[in-house]
């Protein structure tokens, strides 16, 4: 009986990720389908797809540029909007294009002599402006969320890492679980 628990429980660990990825995905097409009411499953997913590519594809001629300038400048005025607006630009910006703002991947000592490290990403190398000219913002995002906190910390606790960036996040949002944590290599410290 201990047996087939087990058989129950290893195939419970490899079908259960599956099983939600395949529900969110379903889900995810069955809203965007709902929403423009179209009766072919899947192709509202194509038409945002395409649009998406057409909308990037307009946005780099100039004049469609000035026009997205003019209305983020509109934006940028109203409060709310602002706000939101502001935070979910530079999210996504923080992520792809050319602002990647999680490039560098670095290991922080929490407490200078405990061996007591955090991964995270340095997102600004100066502080001057906050009046801290030996500090870096670092961002630790957390496992299992989509969420983080901001560290200014001393530069001499931060050891930049030389991995893959999309490595580390893989590993720190997945709390250290993740297959892909296993290629990243990390020696061991010794005392």
């Given at each position: 009986m201990k047996r087939l628990a087990n058989y129950f429980l290893q195939g419970l660990i490899y079908l259960a990720p599956i099983a939600i990825t395949l529900w969110i995905f379903v889900a995810t097409f069955r809203a965007i389908d709902g929403i423009l009411q179209l009766p072919i499953p899947g192709i509202g997913v194509l038409i945002l797809v395409a649009f998406t590519t057409m909308f990037?594809?307009?946005?780099?001629?100039?004049?469609?540029?000035?026009?997205?300038?003019?209305?983020?400048?509109?934006?940028?005025?109203?409060p709310f909007a602002k706000l939101m607006h502001g935070s979910l630009k530079d999210l996504m910006s923080a992520f792809v294009g050319e602002k990647r703002r999680f490039r560098h991947p670095v290991s922080v000592e929490m407490i200078p002599g405990?061996?007591?490290?955090?991964?995270?990403?340095?997102?600004?190398?100066s502080m001057d402006d906050f009046g801290m000219p030996d500090s870096v913002g670092v961002?630790?995002?957390q496992a299992y969320n989509?969420?983080?906190?901001?560290m200014v910390v001393p530069r001499?606790?931060?050891t930049a890492l030389k991995l893959d960036s999309a490595d580390i996040m893989t590993m720190i949002v997945s709390g250290g679980v993740s297959t892909g944590a296993s290629r990243l290599d990390i020696p061991a410290q010794r005392e």
């Open positions: 990037g594809f307009l946005l780099s001629n100039y004049l469609s540029r000035q026009l997205l300038t003019w209305f983020e400048q509109v934006m940028d005025r109203l405990s061996g007591i490290r955090a991964f995270g990403f340095v997102t600004r190398e961002y630790f995002p989509f969420a983080g906190q901001l001499a606790q931060v």
